[in-house]
Nanobody, 129 residues
Framework: QVQLVESGGGLVQAGGSLRLSCTASGRTFSVYVVGWFRQAPGKEREFVSAISRSGSNTPYADSVKGRFTISRDNAKNTVYLQMNNLKPEDTAVYYC??????????????????????WGQGTQVTVSS
């Protein structure tokens, strides 16, 4: 079991930046693949980014590629999502999710919601125009 807590959301003007954090407690964090998803009002939750256990694989949704950067610090049990050049369409609740993968390749990652076992409560990001 792992518990996830997101932080770092808030209100920012278009073009601004935010850094979200996903901090885990429970099992050794390094065994988990971690993903970020978001859900805008009236829309389905969608994939944003993920990071493999090794940190070597970091896929991104096309809509955030080149603007968002995911990283992890296993010593701090934390995954970060640096979001630059934010746009009003990035407004959403952002969720982090984790999937245990200790018996799998350290380079594996997941992009589908159903593949993740543990979810945080989410943090609101609002980008004003």
């Amino acid at each position: 079991q792992v518990q996830l807590v997101e932080s770092g959301g808030g209100l920012v003007q278009a073009g601004g930046s935010l850094r979200l954090s996903c901090t885990a407690s429970g099992r050794t964090f390094s065994v988990y693949v971690v993903g970020w998803f978001r859900q805008a009002p009236g829309k389905e939750r969608e994939f944003v980014s993920a990071i493999s256990r090794s940190g070597s694989n970091t896929p991104y949704a096309d809509s955030v590629k080149g603007r968002f950067t995911i990283s992890r610090d296993n010593a701090k049990n934390t995954v970060y999502l640096q979001m630059n050049n934010l746009k009003p369409e990035d407004t959403a609740v952002y969720y982090c999710a984790a999937k245990g993968a200790e018996y799998l390749s350290r380079s594996i990652y997941y992009t589908e919601q159903y593949e993740y076992d543990f979810w945080g409560q989410g943090t609101q990001v609002t980008v004003s125009s």
